[in-house]
C-alpha cells in the first residue's frame, strides 16, 4: 500500500493547521470588529478607566482602544487568544484522526493480549492506513504461524500415540509367540518355524516404523546435509527401477519405463534422489496396485530434467492432493484401510526435491495418479566438481 502526497497523514496536517488557522482568523477578525462597532456606536463605551487614574477617552494608537487601553497588551491578549482558539479547532478537526490512533492502538493492544480474531479498521489512505494494513498483516501472519504450529504439536502428539500403539502391538505378539516358543517343548519343529516366522514379520515391521521415525528427524529440511555429484539421470532411474522389480512383480504390476533417448546430466546427491523418487515408486506400488500398471518417465523440458511416475487405480481426492506433502498426511481412504504407513514419505520427497532447487508435483484423476519431479539440468562446471 503506497501513500499518495497529497492524501499522506503531513498534506493532512498541513490541511488541519490551515483550516484551524482560518477558522481562527475569522472569529478573531469577527470579535474584534464587533467590540471596534460597539465602542464607536453605544456612547460611552470607549471610555477607558485605567487603574488607579483619570477616566477618560481612550486612543490608542490604532485611534480607539480595543479591551485595555494600551495596544501592545491588547495585542498580546488577541495573541493568546487567537492561539487558544487555533488549538480548539485544530483537536475539533482532527478528532478523526485522533480517534482513529486511538483505535490502532486499541487494536495492537488487543493482539498484544492473544486477540488474534480481529484486526484493524483500515480507513483512509494515509500513513495510519498503512500502518493498520501492516499490523493486520502481521496478525494474520502471526495467526497462520500459530496455527501452522497448533497443527505441528497435534500432528506430533496423534503420531506419539499411533507409534506407541503400533509399537505396542507387534511387540505384544512377538512376546506372546517368544514366550510359546520358550515354554512349549511340545512344539513340533513346524510350529516353531512358524512361529519363529511370525516373530521375525513382527519385527521387521516394528523396525519400518523405527526407520520412520529417525526420517522424521533425519530428513528436516534444515538438517539435511546434500553431497552433490555429477549423475547420469537415465542410468540412476533404470538402476532405481530394477530394485524394485520384487515389489512390482509381488504386486502384480507391470512396470513401463519410458526413458528418454538423450542423456539427462543432474548435479545431485544419488542417496537423497534414491530416497525421494523410491518413495513416489513404493507410493505407486503400494496405492496403484489396482490399476495393474505403473509407468515412469524421464525426459528433459525446458532446460529441465524431469521424472514422472504414473499409476492408476485410487484417486487422490482434490481436497487432499495438496495436503499429501504435508508431513504425516495420509488420504482417509489410505488409513482406513490400512495400506499406508507413516505419511512421511512425501514430505520427505519435496525437502530433498527442494535441496536440489527443484519442485515437485502431484495430479489425480480418472486418467491417473501422476507424481512429478523437476530438477535443473547440471551445468558444465558442476560435473566438474564435488560438493
Ligand atoms: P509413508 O510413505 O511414510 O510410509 P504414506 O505412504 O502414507 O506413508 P506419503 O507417501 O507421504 O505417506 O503419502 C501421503 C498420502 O498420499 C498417502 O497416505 C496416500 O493416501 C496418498 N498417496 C501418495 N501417493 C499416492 C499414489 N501414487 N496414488 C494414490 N495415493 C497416493
Ligand atoms: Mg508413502
Given at each position: 500500500?503506497?501513500?499518495?502526497?497529497?492524501?499522506?497523514?503531513?498534506?493532512?496536517?498541513?490541511?488541519?493547521?490551515?483550516?484551524?488557522?482560518?477558522?481562527?482568523?475569522?472569529?478573531?477578525?469577527?470579535?474584534?470588529?464587533?467590540?471596534?462597532?460597539?465602542?464607536?456606536?453605544?456612547?460611552?463605551?470607549?471610555?477607558?478607566?485605567?487603574?488607579?487614574?483619570?477616566?477618560?477617552?481612550?486612543?490608542?494608537?490604532?485611534?480607539?482602544?480595543?479591551?485595555?487601553?494600551?495596544?501592545?497588551?491588547?495585542?498580546?491578549?488577541?495573541?493568546?487568544?487567537?492561539?487558544?482558539?487555533?488549538?480548539?479547532?485544530?483537536?475539533?478537526?482532527?478528532?478523526?484522526?485522533?480517534?482513529?490512533?486511538?483505535?490502532?492502538?486499541?487494536?495492537?493492544?488487543?493482539?498484544?493480549?492473544?486477540?488474534?480474531?480481529?484486526?484493524?479498521?483500515?480507513?483512509?489512505?494515509?500513513?495510519?492506513?498503512?500502518?493498520?494494513?501492516?499490523?493486520?498483516?502481521?496478525?494474520?501472519?502471526?495467526?497462520?504461524?500459530?496455527?501452522?504450529?497448533?497443527?505441528?504439536?497435534?500432528?506430533?502428539?496423534?503420531?506419539?500415540?499411533?507409534?506407541?500403539?503400533?509399537?505396542?502391538?507387534?511387540?505384544?505378539?512377538?512376546?506372546?509367540?517368544?514366550?510359546?516358543?520358550?515354554?512349549?517343548?511340545?512344539?513340533?519343529?513346524?510350529?516353531?518355524?512358524?512361529?519363529?516366522?511370525?516373530v521375525y514379520d513382527k519385527a521387521k515391521s516394528l523396525e519400518t516404523l523405527i526407520k520412520d521415525l529417525f526420517d522424521y528427524t533425519r530428513y528436516d529440511k534444515d538438517k539435511m546435509k546434500i553431497h552433490r555429484n555429477y549423475l547420469n539421470l537415465n542410468q540412476f532411474?533404470?538402476?532405481?527401477?530394477?530394485?524394485?522389480?520384487?515389489?512390482?512383480?509381488?504386486?502384480?504390476?507391470?512396470?513401463?519405463?519410458?526413458?528418454?533417448?538423450?542423456?539427462?546430466?543432474?548435479?545431485?546427491?544419488?542417496?537423497?534422489?534414491?530416497?525421494?523418487?523410491?518413495?513416489?515408486?513404493?507410493?505407486?506400488?503400494?496405492?496403484?496396485?489396482?490399476?495393474?500398471?505403473?509407468?515412469?518417465?524421464?525426459?528433459?523440458?525446458?532446460?529441465?530434467?524431469?521424472?514422472?511416475?504414473?499409476?492408476?487405480?485410487?484417486?487422490?481426492?482434490?481436497?487432499?492432493?495438496?495436503?499429501?506433502?504435508?508431513?504425516?498426511?495420509?488420504?482417509?481412504?489410505?488409513?482406513?484401510?490400512?495400506?499406508?504407513?507413516?505419511?512421511?514419505?512425501?514430505?520427505?520427497?519435496?525437502?530433498?526435491?527442494?535441496?536440489?532447487?527443484?519442485?515437485?508435483?502431484?495430479?489425480?484423476?480418472?486418467?491417473?495418479?501422476?507424481?512429478?519431479?523437476?530438477?535443473?539440468?547440471?551445468?558444465?562446471?558442476?560435473?566438474?566438481?564435488?560438493?
Amino acid at each position: 500500500m503506497k501513500v499518495n502526497g497529497i492524501k499522506s497523514l503531513r498534506a493532512k496536517l498541513v490541511w488541519y493547521a490551515i483550516l484551524s488557522m482560518a477558522a481562527t482568523f475569522f472569529t478573531i477578525t469577527t470579535v474584534v470588529t464587533g467590540v471596534l462597532y460597539y465602542r464607536s456606536k453605544v456612547p460611552g463605551s470607549n471610555i477607558y478607566y485605567p487603574p488607579g487614574g483619570e477616566a477618560g477617552v481612550a486612543v490608542g494608537q490604532n485611534g480607539i482602544y480595543l479591551f485595555t487601553g494600551r495596544f501592545a497588551l491588547d495585542i498580546s491578549l488577541i495573541f493568546i487568544f487567537a492561539l487558544i482558539l487555533f488549538s480548539i479547532f485544530f483537536l475539533m478537526i482532527s478528532y478523526d484522526t485522533i480517534q482513529y490512533v486511538k483505535e490502532i492502538i486499541i487494536g495492537i493492544e488487543r493482539m498484544k493480549n492473544g486477540d488474534m480474531e480481529t484486526g484493524i479498521r483500515v480507513a483512509g489512505e494515509d500513513e495510519l492506513a498503512v500502518i493498520a494494513n501492516s499490523i493486520n498483516e502481521m496478525r494474520t501472519q502471526i495467526a497462520s504461524e500459530n496455527e501452522t504450529k497448533r497443527l505441528a504439536e497435534q500432528t506430533k502428539d496423534e503420531l506419539i500415540t499411533n507409534v506407541a500403539h503400533d509399537l505396542r502391538t507387534p511387540l505384544t505378539s512377538i512376546i506372546g509367540y517368544l514366550d510359546l516358543v520358550k515354554r512349549e517343548d511340545f512344539l513340533t519343529p513346524a510350529q516353531q518355524k512358524k512361529y519363529i516366522g511370525i516373530v521375525y514379520d513382527k519385527a521387521k515391521s516394528l523396525e519400518t516404523l523405527i526407520k520412520d521415525l529417525f526420517d522424521y528427524t533425519r530428513y528436516d529440511k534444515d538438517k539435511m546435509k546434500i553431497h552433490r555429484n555429477y549423475l547420469n539421470l537415465n542410468q540412476f532411474m533404470e538402476q532405481l527401477i530394477d530394485e524394485f522389480y520384487p515389489s512390482f512383480s509381488e504386486k502384480g504390476l507391470i512396470c513401463k519405463k519410458e526413458i528418454s533417448k538423450e542423456e539427462i546430466c543432474i548435479f545431485g546427491d544419488g542417496e537423497l534422489l534414491a530416497r525421494a523418487i523410491g518413495n513416489l515408486i513404493s507410493n505407486a506400488i503400494k496405492y496403484g496396485a489396482d490399476g495393474k500398471l505403473v509407468e515412469i518417465y524421464t525426459e528433459t523440458r525446458n532446460d529441465q530434467a524431469v521424472v514422472r511416475i504414473v499409476n492408476y487405480g485410487r484417486i487422490i481426492p482434490k481436497e487432499d492432493i495438496d495436503k499429501i506433502f504435508d508431513k504425516f498426511y495420509r488420504v482417509e481412504s489410505s488409513r482406513s484401510l490400512k495400506t499406508g504407513g507413516t505419511g512421511l514419505g512425501l514430505a520427505i520427497a519435496k525437502n530433498i526435491v527442494g535441496l536440489h532447487d527443484g519442485t515437485i508435483s502431484a495430479q489425480s484423476d480418472t486418467d491417473g495418479t501422476i507424481f512429478q519431479i523437476v530438477l535443473p539440468l547440471a551445468k558444465e562446471k558442476e560435473s566438474k566438481k564435488e560438493e
